[in-house]
């Protein structure tokens, strides 16, 4: 059977998840989504975060999955270019709101 752990410690890690979460998805609020990828598509998707050297970016349906996918390197190449970062790929998050 294995020790307890002291609830500091499981706290301590914790916070640096959420911490590093946080970081994370805050270089989305510096990027402007509608200059990327332009009006029609910004309508539909939203840049949401990172992962690593992944972008992630979440669609209302296909049809934006599609487009997004489709401009996949000029959008990589604007979102390195504005944020001086080298992001490899865009991890494309299919997700229907309902009504």
């Given at each position: ?14 916070i640096?998840?959420?911490?590093r ?13 509608n200059?990327?990828?332009g ?7 939203k ?5 690593g050297?992944?972008?992630?970016v ?6 934006y ?5 489709r401009?996949?390197?000029?959008i990589?190449?604007?979102i ?12 494309i ?7």
């Amino acid at each position: 059977m294995s020790e307890p752990l002291h609830i500091s410690i499981i706290l301590k890690k914790i916070i640096g998840d959420l911490e590093r979460k946080i970081v994370e998805n805050s270089f989305a609020d510096n990027i402007d989504w509608n200059d990327i990828v332009g009006e029609d598509i910004a309508k539909g998707s939203k840049l949401i975060g990172r992962k690593g050297k992944k972008v992630l970016v979440k669609v209302k349906d296909t049809c934006y999955m599609f487009e997004i996918n489709r401009m996949k390197e000029d959008i990589l190449q604007k979102i390195n270019s504005r944020s001086g970062e080298e992001f490899k790929d865009i991890k494309i998050l299919l997700i229907m709101e309902e009504n």
